[in-house]
C-alpha cells in the first residue's frame, strides 16, 4: 500500500473512532410520541413515552424503553411508575454505522406465550451524524436519538434485572 493510501486509511480510522467517543457512555434519547399533559388541577407534569440507549465503552448496549417525566426547567425524569422494556446486547461500530445485537429483554409487563418479540426482531442498525444516531430503517424522516443528561437513578438496577431475570435472546 502506498504512503498516500496508507494515510487516508488512518485518518478514516482516526475518525471513525473519534466518532465513536461522542456518544459512548452517554444516555441518547429519542421521545416517542406525543406529551401527555395531566389536567391542571393535578398539578402534575407532563410526560411522554421514550427510548434511552447506552453504548458502553466496553461494547455493551443498552435499550430501555419507558415513560419521562418533564420537571420544572425540562429536567428529565424515567417514571419509576409506568411499565418499562430494557434489553441488553452488544454493540459494535464501522465507520458510521453501528449495529446492535440483542441478548436479553426484560419487561415489567412480560410476554405470554414464547420468545420476546423483540429478540426475534432485526437487528438494530444506526448512522452516526455528530452526537447523535438515527436509526437506519427510518432514516431520512427519523427522528434521531441525541445525548441528553436524564435522572434515572435506577439504570443501573433495570440493567442488572435484565441481565439476571430477562429472556434471552439466544436462538430466537
Known sequence: MNRKKLTAVLVALLLAGCASQRFTDHKLLRIDGDW?????DLEAAPSAPATI?????GGEFIEHRCWVIKNPGDAL???GGDPHVVVVGNWRQSFSTVTVSRSHVR???RVIGGTDPLC???PLAFTVVGQSLVPKDEAPQAHPFEVVKIDCSDWETYVDEAKAEGDSCDGA
Not at 401527555?36 to 391542571?40: E, G, I, S
Not at 440507549?53 to 465503552?57: C, I, N
Open 107 to 109: 419487561r415489567t409487563v
Open 120 to 122: 426475534r426482531a432485526k
Open 77 to 79: 425524569t424515567v417514571s
Open 36 to 40: 401527555v399533559y395531566p389536567p391542571p
Open 53 to 57: 440507549l447506552e453504548f458502553r465503552s
